[in-house]
């Protein structure tokens, strides 16, 4: 991959978008490569959990690249956006937690893209915007929808219509992420968290991911989708080492089963 850099190590898959100079700009290149890791992270049954951020202190992605898109038509932007929608889709689905570490500007696309992950990590010096009303443009990549379902209606729209950007203290106060640490400890904490995930059983953690997700997009199939989840969760081995390892007092060995 040329635009993302890849570290696997017991069972994470820490990604991370490698374009420092231009602050990590989302393009073209780099949604290929998204939908390239995201191929892997499905095929490889090792792999229990993705981190995703970005090279250097400066920025996890500081927006869409301006100058590739700067002259698009309505047709070009169209497929733009939907191409977007669809990668961000993909990782809003992905049956493996997602965590966005983020460690510096969060910005259009860049805030877009961490609200795609299941959770948000983000260093001290992180700032998150949704600044596209000053290019004369609106979010393109879910930025409308997902935002309102994590902060609420009213701090939504007033992110969305000033182009205010909010400090991480800010952020975790909005419920836009899940944790503030210092900027060494961002990929360690990400990767602890996803660790204790993985303890869990894979089997499970795909249904809880699957409900969820029904949830936020408002479905009220979602609670059918939770009494059949639930019900084929006794089918499965995990189950069983679960119930019979809390009667016996033990820490659970789960096979994913």
Do not use: W
């Not at 100058?67 to 169209?78: L, M, N, V």
């Not at 990668?87 to 805030?111: K, M, Q, T």
């Amino acid at each position: 991959m040329k635009t993302i850099l890849i570290d696997q190590s017991d069972g994470i898959l820490v990604a991370t978008i490698n374009r420092p100079e231009k602050l990590n700009a989302l393009n073209q290149q780099v949604f290929q490569e998204l939908d390239e890791l995201l191929d892997t992270a499905e095929r490889d049954e090792s792999v229990r959990g993705l981190i995703l951020t970005g090279a250097g202190n400066k920025a996890f992605v500081a927006g869409a690249d301006i100058s590739e898109f700067a002259g698009y038509t309505s047709q070009q932007a169209e497929a733009m956006s939907r191409n977007g929608h669809r990668v961000f889709d993909r990782i809003e689905r992905l049956s493996l937690p997602v965590i966005a570490a983020v460690n510096g500007f969060a910005l259009g696309g860049g805030c877009e893209l961490a609200m795609a992950c299941h959770l948000r990590i983000a260093s001290e010096s992180a700032r998150f915007g949704q600044p596209e009303i000053n290019l004369g443009i609106i979010p393109g990549y879910g930025g409308t929808q997902r935002l309102p379902a994590l902060v609420g209606k009213a701090r939504a729209l007033e992110l969305l219509l000033t182009a205010d950007m909010i400090s991480a203290q800010q952020a975790l106060e909005y419920g836009l992420v899940n944790h503030v640490v210092p900027s060494e400890e961002l990929i360690p904490r990400s990767r602890a968290l996803l660790l204790r995930i993985a303890e869990k059983s894979p089997l499970v953690v795909r249904r809880i991911l699957s409900c969820v997700h029904e949830a936020v997009a408002g479905n009220r199939n979602g609670f059918e989708r939770e009494v059949s989840e639930f019900a084929a969760c006794m089918e499965t081995e995990d189950f069983r080492e679960g119930t019979q390892a809390f009667l016996e007092k033990r820490k659970p060995k789960f096979t994913g089963r």
